[in-house]
């Protein structure tokens, strides 16, 4: 299983469609094998689902996503976990120990010239 985390600076970036790196977790009989941080380049939004699938991911774990968002990741068969905040590598141990404390409802509306309201 791939699992990714949108990444900035060993934290979960909070606006999916416009991160930069995913940190991409291998996970073998239910430990992390393997982490690696992966550029998007330069694609955001739609794109990044494409990105993803690219990738094996079959699980998201970010902050605020929204509803297009949700739907193409669904359709790809990737399981989202949002409203996470905090470190990728904690939330990724969390999510192997089902512990992960996240909002199925987290949502990312935007708003006029840039502005954009995440809420997890």
Do not use: W
């Amino acid at each position: 299983m791939i699992v990714a985390a949108p990444y900035e600076n060993g934290m979960i970036f909070q606006h999916f469609g416009k991160t930069a790196q995913f940190k991409l977790y291998t996970v073998e009989q239910e430990t992390i094998a393997e982490s690696r941080v992966v550029g998007t380049n330069g694609k955001g939004h739609g794109e990044l689902v494409g990105v993803l699938k690219g990738y094996g991911v079959n699980v998201l774990i970010c902050g605020g996503l929204g509803a297009g968002a949700k739907t193409a990741l669904a359709n790809e068969g990737i399981k989202v976990y949002g409203g996470v905040t905090g470190a990728c590598d904690d939330a990724a141990a969390a999510f192997l120990a089902g512990t992960l404390q996240y909002n199925p409802d987290a949502a990312c509306k935007h708003h006029g010239a840039g502005e954009h309201t995440c809420h997890s």
